[in-house]
């Protein structure tokens, strides 16, 4: 593969760099809102309304959505143009997958199985920020092995009846709709039977409460529904083979996740390394190698899956093979990073030059080996899909749901 810029690649990019000088804030100056709520800079609140109004302005100068039709507000690019934009956005004080949700899943999954009317009704009001997403999949006996679902929707009339409980879905109490995978058939195997539904999350009937992470932060809520009511028309694809849907879905988080990480990250880390004297500790230097090492692999990994998707292939396996190798990347980034820090490491503090950016990450990085699909999930579709291995005996997968002797079946 080649990595330099074609030629119009070149045009695209130096275009969108000059329209990001003039438009967006610089990396550390008062505006600079790209660390977001995490690391405690501003708050919730303020950080949900800088994003809105940012996520407004790139559609209206046609810098939102590359790559999704202009009839839904997108600029109608290609895919690498979307790398590059993101590329050159990195560079900048801007939050860039604060819709992460909605616009890199949710709408995705939309344009692959919606129809005419849901592209319509939802997609511009989501790529302009204007309607926040969050996804309701997981549950309590219900993550890793994420058919085990029990929420339970039963049709009455032209609507759909939902009782249940999600947990860690991000946003929750911020957001206007959900993606959301409810089982309507206990008769067919855990696979079959499901559908996937978009709901309206000012309906009557929900519960959100917050989850107290150990970052501090409350991003994750748990979300109860009684007798949630869902028209008819909001099911995505068909009734009872939403499997497809969240296949769809899925494959596209794995990809939001690993591609999360900042092209920056290292060069922030070593730069700061510098200014403590800590530039030529052998053990820290070495440590430093390895993150950038990773990171440059993880780089490359993301342009062959861009390669893929420029050739019309959907995500496949080889985001589960970027998601492992980021969560990886992820836990000995905060490893070095508190290990430059010393026993300002333990300290959650903005006193210093280091703020509290680090710890945050440190915090935060078990769960990227969780969201989206633990490691151990990924290392199986990575043998069965990548390696060609037989598939795990799942014993399970013939037999009706409602006679698996779950709760709630």
């Known amino acids: 593969m080649d990595f330099d810029d074609t030629p119009a690649e070149a045009s695209f990019r130096t275009e969108a760099r000059a329209w990001l000088e003039a438009h967006a804030p610089a990396k550390g100056s008062a505006e600079d809102f790209s660390t977001g709520f995490l690391e405690g800079t501003i708050s919730p609140e303020v950080f949900l309304e800088k994003t809105k109004a940012w996520q407004r302005l790139l559609v209206d100068e046609g810098w939102a959505g590359i790559t999704w039709p202009k009839a839904y507000g997108g600029r109608g690019g290609r895919p690498m143009e979307s790398v590059i934009w993101a590329q050159e956005a990195n560079q900048f004080g801007v939050a860039v997958n604060t819709f992460a949700v909605g616009i890199g899943m949710a709408g995705p999954t939309i344009l692959r199985h919606g129809t005419d009317e849901q592209k319509a009704r939802y997609l511009r009001p989501m790529l302009r920020g204007d309607e926040v997403w969050c996804q309701l999949f997981s549950e309590p006996d219900a993550g890793s092995d994420l058919a ?135 053990i820290l230097r070495q440590a430093m190698a390895d993150c950038w090492i990773r990171q440059q692999i993880q780089r490359y990994l993301g342009f062959r899956m861009q390669t893929a998707l420029s050739k019309g292939v959907p995500p496949g396996p080889e985001t589960s093979v970027m998601k492992l190798f980021a969560a990886e990347y992820l836990r000995r980034l905060g490893n070095t990073s508190l290990a430059m820090l010393g026993p300002e490491g333990a300290l959650l503090s903005h006193d210093s030059d280091a703020g509290q950016e680090w710890q945050q990450r440190f915090l935060f990085a078990p769960a990227i080996r969780i969201a989206g699909g633990s490691n ?34």
């Open 148 to 282: 085990n679902i029990t929420t339970r929707a039963v049709r009455d009339g032209d609507e759909w009846v939902v009782t249940g409980q999600k947990v860690w879905t991000s946003g929750a109490d911020e957001s206007d709709w959900g993606i959301l995978l409810a089982r309507t058939d206990p008769d067919q195997p855990k696979h079959k039977g499901i559908t996937y539904f978009l709901v309206d999350m000012k309906s009557a009937g929900f519960d959100i409460r917050p989850l107290k992470q150990m970052t501090g932060s409350e991003h994750f809520s748990e979300v109860f529904m009684d007798e949630v009511r869902i028209p008819a028309e909001n099911v995505l694809g068909e009734v009872n083979e939403g499997w497809a849907c969240a296949i769809t879905t899925l494959s596209n988080e794995r990809g939001l996740i690993a591609g999360g990480n900042k092209s920056s990250d290292i060069g922030v880390l070593i730069e700061l390394a510098r200014k403590r004297g800590r530039a030529d500790d052998p």
């Open 376 to 409: 151990e999930v990924q290392k199986n579709i990575m043998g069965e899909r990548v390696l060609g291995l037989p598939r795990e005996q799942q014993a399970d997968r013939t037999v009706a749901f409602r006679d698996l002797g779950r709760t709630g079946s």
